[in-house]
Nanobody, 123 residues
Framework: QVQLVESGGGLVQSGGSLRISCAASGITSAYYAIGWFRQAPGKEREGVSCISSSDGRAYYADSVKGRFTISRDNAKNTVYLQMNSLKPEDTAIYYC????????????????WGQGTQVTVSS
């Protein structure tokens, strides 16, 4: 069965960096698009970034462009999100998901989800 497991979240000072991971099982992540999403308390889930299957094309939300980088390690069947210059407004639960990667980063087009990892950025 398809499983996605996020890890690497934690408490980070404003301006700091963190790398979170999405480990896939039941699928080979290189063959599928993987997206990162986040949800802050009381807010809707929003797209952060996605990577397009094996060609490696990536899209980013305007709010994170230039600060976050998505990548994959096919040998480990894992997708990463490197987060730099973190801001308090980046605080959220971060989820990875398998779905359709496009510039719109639309959550409704993702159909397998992990359980999330908490990222908290202090001011």
């Amino acid at each position: 069965q398809v499983q996605l497991v996020e890890s690497g979240g934690g408490l980070v000072q404003s301006g700091g960096s963190l790398r979170i991971s999405c480990a896939a099982s039941g699928i080979t992540s290189a063959y599928y698009a993987i997206g990162w999403f986040r949800q802050a308390p009381g807010k809707e889930r929003e797209g952060v970034s996605c990577i397009s299957s094996s060609d490696g094309r990536a899209y980013y939300a305007d709010s994170v462009k230039g600060r976050f980088t998505i990548s994959r390690d096919n040998a480990k069947n894992t997708v990463y999100l490197q987060m730099n210059s973190l801001k308090p407004e980046d605080t959220a639960i971060y989820y990875c998901a398998k779905g359709d990667c496009s510039p719109t980063l639309t959550p409704i087009f993702y159909y397998y989800w992990g359980q999330g990892t908490q990222v908290t950025v202090s001011s």
